[in-house]
């Protein structure tokens, strides 16, 4: 099984997500913000970067989270992230309407553009991704899209290069609803997410 390090903040959201049994269960280490610069990560497979972090403390670590993914480590980014700190970062704010689903003939605007990956293959559908969004990012030519907005840029995607090493971003933010007990759909996707990080 794969060692997952999570960046832990200390607000509500995080504790009640990542003391969850049933996901911190996947977790090797939770790694108090502010300790990051100073904690050993050098034994983990994963590395968690989850939304709602303090943004100048996020960018003063940034170097450390590269240099995980430069020597092997996956870094997954949860969230919307209007600074720039991920590799060929291309972040487009868009309007969040979170409301969407009481539309008429209600559309998430989501597309699953990667169905045979084995994350939707074995572990998550569309459903399980659909909440709200808050923007998309424009992923560079080496990445993969995995979900996509119909208007155009990548709700989730990954990224495997000698330079920035293994990334998977997505601009979705479950770990903050599921904390939050806002958005049930939050909660099945986590479901999912953690033990495809665990095994794959």
């Not at 868009?94 to 169905?115: C, I, K, Q, V, Y």
């Not at 808050?134 to 155009?152: C, M, Q, R, Y």
């Not at 998977?168 to 997410?193: C, N, Q, R, W």
Request: charged content about 20%; overall charge negative; hydrophobic content about 40%.
């Amino acid at each position: 099984m794969n060692k997952i390090g999570i960046i832990y903040s200390g607000n509500e959201s995080h504790y009640r997500t990542f003391h969850e049994p049933k996901f911190n269960q996947f977790i090797e280490k939770l790694i108090y913000h502010p300790d990051f610069l100073t904690t050993d990560i050098s034994m983990l497979d994963i590395l968690v970067v989850p939304s709602q972090l303090n943004q100048p403390l996020l960018l003063e670590t940034a170097e450390k989270i590269h240099a995980f993914a430069r020597e092997g480590g996956t870094v997954v980014a949860f969230g919307p992230q209007p600074h720039d700190w991920l590799p060929n970062q291309n972040w487009e704010f868009r309007p969040t309407n979170f409301w969407w689903w009481l539309e008429e003939d209600a559309d998430s605007g989501l597309l699953l553009t990667a169905p045979n990956h084995p994350l939707f293959e074995n572990y998550l559908t569309l459903n399980d991704c659909t909440w709200h969004q808050h923007g998309v990012f424009w992923p560079p030519v080496d990445a993969e899209t995995l979900i996509a907005s119909k208007n155009g840029g990548a709700v989730m995607y990954q990224q495997n290069s000698k330079q920035y090493g293994r990334w998977v971003i997505t601009t979705l933010d479950p770990d903050y609803h599921f904390g939050s007990y806002f958005m049930p759909a939050t909660e099945k996707f986590l479901e999912g997410f953690f033990p495809y990080l665990a095994y794959e």
